[in-house]
């Protein structure tokens, strides 16, 4: 993937954004357990940088895919992991069927606000008994008349305790489980809808996550996004870019996991000599940093693929996979080097070990990934 003048200026903006309007209050959002979503989303949005990819007629640039990976590889410089992943869900998770597939007056009255910041978006597709499986969903959307009456509920909703609408993926219909789905666009203020709790988490803290009930929720039809059934192709497009995101996201956290490890090692002493001087240490660091750079290049490839046009499933599932159990092993073993100061709360480091935990989980978890590839693969066993 080449990097253009306007791909640098672009960086150079969200780079700006990062230290002057977020990673200053990082530390106050996680001890909150939450972030100002509405008020961060209206400055990117003010920039132009919640719609990078979607059409100009929307308030979109209408930019190809490359300029999200770069905002989501440079995001990785927030301090944190919650708040870029929010952001992410708002640009490339509940937003690209709605531009894609959306009706003209669908993306006018919901697509627009969100580019433009003024609206915070979340995408429903995880139940209770449903996450990485996403054709065993059991939430319903019965036709009556002009509306659609929803029934059922949503587990682990980002943005959920802030959202202005989802994206949410229901039964429309019995039969196959690939072809009786659909995506509709639901107001979060809408009589039925219910926040039952904030999560509480292991890591990702100052983003809010939800879990939401649905009571004979009234939306009208023409809510739908593209054709009724076509739900679940409409999602697994959306996992494309959702995992090439977040596979682009991890980059930069974990380079600033080695360089801070590399730093403090260099002055942290054991035995009178540096910690970095073990060969070791030092060894270990630099394999991780090799690693880190093919992650790199396997995104890249994929983002050029896809910009051709390119089914880029197993590509984009590798790099999912990748990311998630590099992100593991870096910041374990950094951590082992920072010693006793690597199991503190506020350390860098260990932020990384508990937010990144999840990039193995969410968006389809590891064993997900190994059998899409299994199946691009023909190596699945015959039946």
Request: glycine share 10%.
């Amino acid at each position: 993937m080449k990097l253009t003048p306007e791909h640098e200026e672009l960086k150079r903006t969200i780079e700006r954004f990062v230290v002057q309007e977020l990673n200053p209050h990082v530390d106050e959002w996680e001890e909150a357990g939450i972030f100002p979503a509405h008020e961060v989303f209206r400055k990117l949005g003010e920039l132009g940088l919640l719609g990078l990819t979607k059409p100009e007629a929307y308030g979109g640039a209408g930019l190809d895919y490359s300029y999200s990976v770069l905002m989501a590889e440079t995001l990785g410089n927030i301090r944190c992991g919650g708040v870029p992943m929010a952001i992410g869900v708002q640009t490339d998770m509940a937003t690209p069927a709605l531009a894609r597939f959306g009706s003209d007056g669908l993306r006018a009255e919901f697509l627009a606000p969100a580019i433009a910041g003024q609206a915070v978006a979340c995408i429903g597709v995880s139940e209770p008994g449903a996450g990485s499986d996403v054709a065993a969903i059991r939430t319903t959307a019965r036709k009556d008349g002009d509306d659609y009456v929803i029934n059922g509920g949503k587990l682990w909703i980002t943005n959920g305790t802030q959202a202005d609408w989802m994206c949410c993926l229901a039964n429309t219909s019995e039969g196959s489980p690939h072809r009786n789905k659909s995506l509709i666009i639901v107001p979060m203020r809408s009589k039925g809808v219910s926040v039952e709790r904030k999560l509480r988490k292991i890591g990702m803290n100052s983003s809010d996550t939800a879990q939401i009930h649905f009571d004979d929720v009234r939306v009208p039809r023409r809510h739908l996004i593209g054709e009724e059934g076509h739900g679940f192709t409409y999602q697994m497009l959306q996992f494309q870019e959702e995992r090439l995101w977040g596979a682009a996201n991890v980059l930069k956290g974990l380079d600033n996991a080695v360089r801070d490890t590399v730093e403090y090692t260099r002055s942290r002493k054991i035995f009178g000599r540096p910690v970095l001087d073990n060969q070791v240490v030092h060894f270990t660091l630099a394999e991780l940093q090799t690693e880190i750079e093919a992650l790199r290049a396997l995104v890249y490839r994929a983002t050029e693929l896809y910009v051709a046009g390119q089914d880029v499933t197993q590509l984009a599932s590798m790099a999912k996979l990748k990311a998630g159990r590099l992100t593991r092993e870096v910041a374990d073993k950094c951590l082992q080097y920072w010693g006793g100061m690597g199991f503190t709360w506020e350390n860098p480091v260990s932020r990384l070990y508990r937010d990144g935990r999840l990039a193995s989980i969410g968006g389809g978890a590891d064993e997900v990934m190994l059998s899409i590839l299994c199946k691009t693969m023909g190596t699945l066993p015959r039946s």
